[in-house]
């Protein structure tokens, strides 16, 4: 019987007495773990917490921008660093996707490095590492972290001096969407699926180059919001388009196309450690598809994955 505004309650209590006056740094992605930290940390130390966001170049279409204003709208001290540029061209020609995340967990560190290095006298850096990120660092056979290289733990380069502080160490993810929700959070985000620390890098299968960002950007979008507006969102765990490497044959008018094919993926699940494909309705996926083959310039096949995990995995890299 956990109670959120206990929790908040005590815990800013024990984060004053803490980190006292000392400056915090914490890097923000756009999704629940790291907000709630952040807000929890505001609420304690105000000023003192200095956030920063990173765009990776790889976020899904406007989220930089409007999660950023999102952020300073909510109080919070925070930088945008856009750094979509140097992501990008350090991945170019690059396809193996255990590479494409190292790549990504480097030039994330050294941004994230660079920028906290001009925060004067920073004493502290907070995470937003939740119990099951914990649990699945140390477990030998937790099989996304053997398998899958996550960076959501450990990402901290020897160089860097800092005491760790992570506020939502011991709690679940409705545990954390729950303290959120106290804290005055907007429900939106805290309902917002997860969404991988490499971001759409891995839902391009090969090598990736800013037009196909793009594509899969503008993809995501029209699939994403016609969950919101289908009411189907919520009732999923997680959802995203995949662009694959491949072209087909197609028809448009009288001409022959020859253009790249995405997948949709949406999975039902508890802690994406297994996961079912969700029967979307068909109306919907037919609706999807024509919106995407119409609005999306070199796309001219949609495919649904009705892959459940195990075997496959959720994301296709
Ligand atoms: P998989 O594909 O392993 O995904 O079934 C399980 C969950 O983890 C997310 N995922 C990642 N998250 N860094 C992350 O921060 C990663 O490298 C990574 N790979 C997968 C995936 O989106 C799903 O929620």
């Not at 990504?104 to 001009?118: A, K, M, T």
């Not at 297994?274 to 119409?294: C, E, G, Q, R």
Request: hydrophobic letters at 40%; one cysteine or more.
């Amino acid at each position: 019987n956990f109670t959120p505004n206990a929790f908040v309650e005590e815990m800013v209590a024990e984060l004053k007495e803490k980190v006292g006056d000392d400056k915090v740094v914490l890097g923000l992605s756009g999704g629940v773990d790291s907000t709630v930290a952040a807000v929890l940390l505001h609420q304690a130390i105000g000023k003192n917490l200095y956030c920063i966001f990173v765009n990776n170049g790889l976020l899904r279409k406007n989220e930089f921008q409007n999660v950023l204003d999102q952020y300073k709208g909510m109080g919070l001290n925070v930088k945008g660093v856009d750094s979509g540029d140097r992501f990008l061209s350090e991945l170019a020609g690059v396809s193996d996707p255990e590479t494409k995340r190292k790549i990504i967990g480097r030039v994330f560190i050294e941004v994230f490095d660079d920028e906290s290095h001009l925060i004067e006298d920073v004493k502290w850096l907070a995470q937003g590492t939740i119990y099951p990120d914990v649990i699945e660092s140390v477990s030998v056979k937790g099989p996304s972290a053997t398998i899958k290289s996550h960076h959501n733990v450990g990402g901290l380069p020897d160089y860097m001096k800092l005491k760790i502080v992570e506020p939502l160490r011991m709690l679940f993810k409705d545990e954390v969407r729950r303290v959120g929700a106290t804290l005055g959070i907007d429900p939106e985000l805290l309902g917002r699926h997860p969404f991988p620390g490499p971001g759409l890098s891995i839902r391009i299968l090969g090598d990736i180059t800013p037009e196909k960002v793009q594509i899969l950007q503008d993809v995501d979008k029209v699939f994403i919001d016609g969950l919101k507006s289908w009411g189907l969102y919520n009732k999923v765990w997680q959802a995203g388009a995949i662009l694959l490497p491949v072209n087909s044959v197609g028809v448009m008018g009288d001409e022959r196309t020859y253009e790249k094919v995405v997948a949709l993926r949406a999975v039902e699940s508890t802690d994406g450690m297994t996961a079912d494909w969700v029967h979307l309705p068909y109306d919907f996926l037919m609706k999807v598809s024509n919106d995407i083959i119409n609005k999306v310039k070199g796309v001219n096949r949609v495919v649904y994955d009705i892959s459940s995990k195990p075997p496959a995995t959720i994301e296709w890299e």
